[in-house]
Structures are given as C-alpha cells and as structure tokens.
Nanobody, 127 residues
Framework: EVPLVESGGGLVQAGGSLRLSCAASGFSFAEYEIAWFRQAPGKERVGVSCIRSNDGSTSYVDSVKGRFTISKESAANTVYLQMNSLKPEDTAVYYC????????????????????WGQGTQVTVSS
C-alpha cells in the first residue's frame, strides 16, 4: 500500500489551471504537516507550499504566491494544490510530502528525511 498518492497532473497551456490531489492511506493527516515539492528537469527538488496540522495555516514560496492555493479536506484525508495562472516554468514533477515534525518551518529550505513521500505527478505547462 502506497501511503501517499498524488493525482491531477497533466498538460495545460500557460494561463490555465490544474488541481493536484494528495490522498493518504494507512495513516491520518490529522497529525501531519503536508507540503508540496516540485522538481523540474535538471533541477533540484524544491518546496512550493505547506499546510500546518494544528491551525491549517499555509505557506508559499514567492514564485507561486498569489497563484497557488493549498488546502486540506480532513474527512477525505486529502490535501489539494490549486494551481492557477500557470507558467511554463511551473513545469515539473510535483510531490506530496507528509511529516509529523515542523515541516512547514523547513520545507522551503531543502529536502530532508521526511516521513512520507508520494510518487509524484507530472505537470507540463506549454507556452
């Protein structure tokens, strides 16, 4: 059983929108902070957005602020990433990450040994 499964990726034109989903199985998101990372071809994996487990507060890196929205549906044990006004530079494999530690404090600083990673979903934005 794969603990985290992403879906919703695809091919979209610049200016379009996609909504990514991250569903957990085998554990509850209730005690986990959840983040989205992405990795573009030839580049390192970087954090994009994060949502805290205690108060649901959110965080975004500057490159996606105002365009992406992270949200959580606790009943469905699912986290979403709504991506609007997509740009070609948003093209990447997007990964969902869950950790019981302070993920939202560190997600934009690098990739560490987090509890769970999804398998990734490809997002391609054409110009």
């Amino acid at each position: 059983e794969v603990p985290l499964v992403e879906s919703g990726g695809g091919l979209v034109q610049a200016g379009g929108s996609l909504r990514l989903s991250c569903a957990a199985s085998g554990f509850s998101f209730a005690e986990y902070e959840i983040a989205w990372f992405r990795q573009a071809p030839g580049k390192e994996r970087v954090g994009v957005s994060c949502i805290r487990s205690n108060d649901g507060s959110t965080s975004y890196v500057d490159s996606v602020k105002g365009r992406f929205t992270i949200s959580k549906e606790s009943a469905a044990n699912t986290v979403y990433l709504q991506m609007n006004s997509l740009k070609p530079e948003d093209t990447a494999v997007y990964y969902c990450v869950a950790d019981r530690g302070p993920l939202c404090k560190y997600y934009n600083l690098g990739v560490y040994d987090y509890d769970y990673w999804g398998q990734g979903t490809q997002v391609t934005v054409s110009s």
